[in-house]
């Protein structure tokens, strides 16, 4: 992945007001080179960043110096805990996050290049690949509906996550009050204003909203409903926004649905075979996000929180008449006032 800025976000630099003489002729300045500052806010992806001066634009770059690459002080840390619903009864929760330590002290699973669309020719297996690390997920059972508590995850190898408070969903009752956030296609933009892919500019004033809510206490999930990080083939931003929605991702549910810019590319066996998913083909999604769906390649679910019924289902995948996700949503899971019409 890559993220940019322009020289001349510094004001100083257009002005030249501080310059540098490369070149004279006798007393005569004839070569004068104009100084610059920006700065970069860094993620930790694990792996080595380098920072690239060109000219030339985007479409014609000239690469005029290279800095030597920058480490990660910890890069097997424990990052980006989230949680999610593992069932309806407010007693079991799944947290979830990432590390560059593959040790099994809880479920640990990972992808590779192979792992992706078959035949990919999107940037996920060729320019846009970065090594996901590993994503390692722990059930936190023996709790109580609408209850807080207190964890931290990682391991002595490696080091442990900051504490962190989280709060569980009320149990199904048609008597409990569950208040919930709802939106999709929210995507990511970078907060020190870089420009990359894909960025979705009011992602930061949404994830805000919603972190200031779930700080509040006012919030007992969120569900975000397709179109998650827009990382569209560039699997480094995938971590990228799991870093933004941490603050409230790993104090309350944070419950997702698959989306075309997860899922769809040609010959993959998504409903739509535009190439919207960047050759990810929805495996990048399903590894951080582990809803408690029917299989792989099934990110359909149900689930109930107080006295709500949410049945979470796939517009990139076969809903036709006999299909897996129809028979699904035919069998009662979608709650007792909703019916397929045939």
């Known amino acids: 992945m890559w993220q940019a800025k322009f020289l001349a976000e510094d004001p100083l630099y257009l002005e030249c007001n501080i310059s ?14 104009c100084n610059a500052s920006i700065t970069f806010r860094l993620v930790n992806i694990r792996t080595n960043i380098t920072f690239v001066l060109f000219t030339g634009g985007f479409d014609t770059p000239c690469i005029l110096k290279t800095l030597d690459p920058i480490r990660f002080n910890s890069p097997a840390a424990p990052l980006y805990g989230h949680l999610s619903c593992n069932d309806s009864t407010g007693t079991t929760m799944k947290l979830t996050w990432v590390s560059g330590d593959s040790r099994k002290n809880s479920a640990v699973i990972t992808f590779n290049k192979s792992d992706l669309c078959v035949n990919n020719s999107g940037p ?14 722990a059930l936190l059972t023996g709790l109580l509906p609408s209850s807080t508590y207190t964890y931290k995850y990682g ?47 009011g992602s930061l004033q949404v994830i805000d909203a919603v972190t200031a809510e779930v700080l509040a206490g006012n919030v007992d999930a969120v569900f975000h409903i397709g179109d998650i990080s827009y990382a569209t083939g560039f699997i480094a931003e995938w971590e990228f926004f799991l870093e933004m929605i941490h603050p409230d991702a790993s ?42 769906i029917q299989g792989k390649d099934m990110p359909w679910c149900s689930i109930e929180l107080g006295p709500v019924h949410f049945t979470i289902m796939s517009t990139e ?21 909703f019916k397929i019409v045939k």
């Not at 490369?22 to 005569?28: E, F, H, I």
């Not at 996920?124 to 997920?137: L, N, R």
């Not at 104090?251 to 960047?278: K, M, W």
């Open 251 to 292: 104090e309350v549910p944070y419950l997702t649905a698959i989306g075309n810019h997860e899922r769809d590319f040609p010959d993959s066996g998504s409903f739509y075979t535009t190439r919207d998913s960047g050759g990810e083909c929805g495996v990048p999604y399903e590894t951080h996000f582990q809803m408690p």
């Open 124 to 137: 996920a297996a060729s320019f846009g690949w970065h090594d996901p690390g590993f994503i390692h997920s």
């Open 155 to 201: 391991s002595d190898l490696v080091g442990w996550s900051i504490y962190t408070n989280f709060a569980t969903p009320p149990a199904p009752a048609r008597s409990a009050t569950v208040r919930f956030i709802a939106y999709g296609d929210m995507g990511k933009a970078e907060r020190d204003g870089s420009i990359e892919d894909y960025i979705q500019p």
């Open 20 to 33: 540098q003489c490369q070149k004279k002729v006798g007393n005569l300045c004839i070569e004068r080179t």
């Open 317 to 337: 995948h076969n809903w036709t008449l006999g299909s897996d996700q129809y028979i699904f949503s035919s069998n009662g899971t979608v709650g007792d006032s």
